[in-house]
């Protein structure tokens, strides 16, 4: 009985001294310095702040950097700060501060919505905060349709769908040119191609990625047979159409 009121007594004393140093964990303020990976202080550091503010007061024990999850603040950043792509570095100055380096996404496409512009980047995440010069293919939109603050979601996913394109294009060897939105709808986009005259068009309720493999195969197909269409369109899935 002696001996297990011992052992008892040892492990509230270690489930003690553990909600204790939790706790002064928690009280600890964790004071960062973003830069980005040009080696510039980013301007808006509360923002970077505030969000790593609310990580820790989460995860308290990862105040300590031996315990610190990279992945999972990555994602809490990303969740609120989508330009990030990546922690390059977490560099200790002192007890509670730290210098923080961050990978930011490089845009591949632009397009103003309501005067403000969004930016993707090659693999399709879109994001507001640009910190490159601004990309060379601007969204051209000639929908007429009046996109809400309720659709931004929504743009973002259409900003995606751009994104993959041009990546995939890229993979393909195809360097697109300018994309736009014909009128009255964001369901449909035409894609202009450098050197190629006619457009293609893509449907963005489909892959990206096949619409650009299908729309490489086409080009070598006109090149062959020296065909010079209007237009050709992927919008009926497996199926090429011309004019």
């Known amino acids: 009985v002696l001996k297990r009121r011992k052992i008892s007594g040892i492990l509230v004393f270690i489930l003690s001294c553990a909600v204790f140093i939790l706790f002064i964990l928690s009280q600890l303020g964790i004071k960062v310095d973003f830069y980005s990976q040009d080696g510039k202080k980013i301007e808006d550091q509360s923002s970077y702040q505030s969000v790593v503010d609310e990580y820790y007061q989460n995860h ?71 910190y490159f010069s601004k990309p060379e293919i601007n969204v051209s939109d000639e929908s007429g349709i009046n996109i809400g603050k309720d659709h931004i979601v929504a ?71 020296s065909l010079n269409p209007q237009y050709v369109d992927f919008r009926v899935e497996g199926k090429a159409f011309y004019k």
């Open 60 to 130: 308290p024990i990862e105040r300590m950097r031996i315990f610190l999850n990279g992945d999972n603040l990555l994602s809490t950043i990303q969740s609120k700060l989508p330009e990030v792509e990546a922690i390059n570095s977490i560099d200790f100055k002192e007890l509670t501060y730290f210098k923080v380096t961050l990978d930011m996404r490089q845009p591949v496409a632009s397009w103003s919505v309501n005067g403000k512009d969004y930016f993707v980047d090659s693999t399709g995440v879109a994001f507001s905060t640009n």
């Open 155 to 225: 743009s973002n996913g259409f900003l995606g769908f751009i994104g993959k394109i041009i990546g995939s294009a890229k993979t393909n060897s195809i360097e697109i040119d300018r994309i736009v939105i014909p009128p009255s709808s964001l369901r449909q986009v035409q894609v202009y191609a450098k050197n190629i005259s006619y457009p293609a068009i893509f449907l963005t309720s489909e892959s990206p990625e096949l619409q650009v493999r299908n729309f490489s195969r086409a080009i070598k197909y006109f090149q062959t047979n």
